[in-house]
C-alpha cells in the first residue's frame, strides 16, 4: 500500500515538474541536474526532428548520436519524424548508421512514407503527378503507387506552342508537392492543370519555408516555396502532410499507442516541429542549431496573439548534445 503509493506521488512529481514549465520557454542548462532527470522521467516517447537537430545536411551534431542513444537505453521509445521528402526510409535508416544513431526502419516518419500511406490508407488507385524527387517515387514504389516520371521539364521551343500542344495525361487523381530542384514554370503549369479537377488531391509533403544553413549566408528555399507558388496558380490549398499536420501523430499512434502528456517532441523549427507538439499536447524541446533563433521565441511569447503563442515550447537547449552534459 505504502510502495503503491510512493508511486503515484513519485508520478505526480514528475508530472507537475513538467507542467510548471509547460510553455514557459525554459532553458534546461538553468535546472538542476535532479530537475533535469525529472525531466527526462516524464516522458517514454521522444519524436526527434532530424535537420538542424541531429545533423545538418552530412555533418553530425556533436553529442546528439550519444544524446538520443542515452535516452533509448533509458527504454524511450523513439521516433524520428521529418519533412524532408528526398530520402526514403532506407536512405535515412542508412545515414541513422552511418553518424551513430541506433534507429529501426519502422522509427523513421518521413514525409515521403507517410504520403505513400496516407494514400495508400485511401486505397488510392490513380495516378500521381509529382513535383519532387525519388525519395517519393521509391516510398510509392513500396506500396504499387503509379506516377507520372519526375526530373527536368524543359521547354524546347516556344512556350505559347508548348501550351496550344500541351494534353493532361488521364487517370491522374493526385498532385503531390515536395521538395523538387527542378521546379519549373511548366511544372506550375501542369499542377494547377491537373487541380483544376476538384476531384483531383493535393498534397504537400511539408510546408518548410527554407532548409537548415548553419552559419551559411546562402538562403536554401524548401519545399514550402515551391508549395505555396503551386498552391498560388491552383487556387487550393493542400493537404499538409508533414509537421505541423498532425496526419504523422495518427500514424505513430497506430504503431505504437503514445500517451501525449509523456510524449516529447524535439526539433529546431518552431512553426513545424514545436507546433505539432503544441497541437498534439506533447511536450516540446526547443534545439538552437536549426532555424529558429532564440529572440524570435522570446518575442512570440510576449505576443498577445495566439498563434504565436503556440509557437513556444516548453523547453531549449543549445544543442540536443548538451543534453548529457547536464546529467552527468
Known amino acids: 500500500m505504502i510502495r503503491q503509493f510512493r508511486?503515484?506521488?513519485?508520478?505526480?512529481?514528475?508530472?507537475?515538474?513538467?507542467?510548471?514549465?509547460?510553455?514557459?520557454l525554459t532553458s534546461l542548462a538553468n535546472l538542476s541536474k535532479t530537475e533535469v532527470k525529472q525531466f527526462i522521467d516524464s516522458f517514454d516517447v521522444v519524436l526527434t526532428d532530424c535537420d538542424g537537430v541531429l545533423w545538418l545536411?552530412?555533418?553530425?551534431?556533436?553529442?546528439?548520436?550519444?544524446?538520443?542513444?542515452?535516452?533509448?537505453?533509458?527504454?524511450?521509445?523513439?521516433?524520428?519524424?521529418?519533412?524532408?521528402?528526398?530520402?526514403?526510409?532506407?536512405?535515412?535508416?542508412?545515414k541513422n548508421e552511418k553518424m551513430g544513431y541506433i534507429s529501426k526502419k519502422e522509427?523513421?516518419?518521413?514525409?515521403?512514407?507517410?504520403?505513400?500511406?496516407?494514400?495508400?490508407?485511401r486505397s488510392f488507385n490513380k495516378k500521381v503527378y509529382i513535383v519532387g524527387s525519388k525519395g517519393l517515387t521509391s516510398e510509392f514504389d513500396e506500396v504499387n503507387i503509379k506516377y507520372l516520371p519526375i526530373g527536368p521539364d524543359i521547354v524546347e521551343y516556344n512556350l505559347l506552342e508548348y501550351i496550344d500542344n500541351f494534353k493532361l495525361?488521364?487517370?491522374?487523381?493526385?498532385?503531390?508537392?515536395g521538395f523538387d530542384e527542378h521546379?519549373?514554370?511548366?511544372?506550375?503549369?501542369?499542377?494547377?492543370?491537373?487541380?483544376n479537377d476538384?476531384?483531383?488531391?493535393?498534397?504537400?509533403?511539408?510546408?518548410?519555408?527554407?532548409?537548415?544553413?548553419?552559419?551559411?549566408?546562402?538562403?536554401?528555399?524548401?519545399?514550402?516555396a515551391i508549395v505555396k507558388s503551386i498552391e498560388t496558380c491552383a487556387e487550393r490549398k493542400p493537404v499538409l502532410i508533414g509537421k505541423p499536420g498532425t496526419y504523422i501523430a495518427q500514424a505513430i499512434q497506430k504503431t505504437c499507442?503514445?500517451?501525449?502528456?509523456?510524449?516529447?517532441?524535439?526539433?529546431?523549427?518552431?512553426?513545424?516541429?514545436?507546433?505539432?507538439?503544441?497541437?498534439?499536447?506533447?511536450?516540446?524541446?526547443?534545439?538552437?542549431?536549426?532555424?529558429?533563433?532564440?529572440?524570435?521565441?522570446?518575442?512570440?511569447?510576449?505576443?498577445?496573439?495566439?498563434?504565436?503563442?503556440?509557437?513556444?515550447?516548453?523547453?531549449?537547449?543549445?544543442?540536443?548534445?548538451?543534453?548529457?552534459?547536464l546529467v552527468n
Open 7 to 24: 508511486k503515484k506521488l513519485f508520478r505526480a512529481t514528475i508530472y507537475n515538474i513538467s507542467k510548471m514549465h509547460k510553455r514557459n
Open 57 to 94: 545536411d552530412n555533418k553530425v551534431y556533436e553529442g546528439s548520436p550519444e544524446a538520443v542513444n542515452y535516452l533509448r537505453s533509458l527504454g524511450k521509445k523513439i521516433f524520428y519524424v521529418t519533412n524532408n521528402s528526398t530520402k526514403n526510409r532506407d536512405d535515412l535508416q542508412q
Open 107 to 121: 522509427e523513421i516518419m518521413s514525409s515521403a512514407y507517410l504520403t505513400a500511406s496516407y494514400l495508400k490508407e
Open 169 to 177: 495525361e488521364p487517370d491522374v487523381g493526385a498532385v503531390v508537392v
Open 183 to 195: 521546379i519549373s514554370y511548366i511544372k506550375m503549369l501542369k499542377a494547377a492543370s491537373y487541380l
Open 198 to 224: 476538384p476531384n483531383c488531391l493535393f498534397i504537400a509533403t511539408n510546408t518548410d519555408e527554407r532548409f537548415p544553413v548553419g552559419n551559411s549566408q546562402v538562403v536554401k528555399p524548401g519545399s514550402g
Open 257 to 325: 499507442k503514445i500517451d501525449p502528456q509523456r510524449t516529447l517532441m524535439i526539433g529546431d523549427r518552431c512553426n513545424t516541429d514545436i507546433l505539432l507538439g503544441t497541437r498534439c499536447g506533447y511536450q516540446t524541446l526547443l534545439v538552437l542549431s536549426g532555424v529558429t533563433k532564440l529572440e524570435e521565441v522570446q518575442k512570440w511569447k510576449e505576443s498577445s496573439n495566439k498563434e504565436e503563442n503556440d509557437l513556444v515550447p516548453d523547453f531549449y537547449i543549445n544543442k540536443l548534445g548538451d543534453l548529457l552534459s
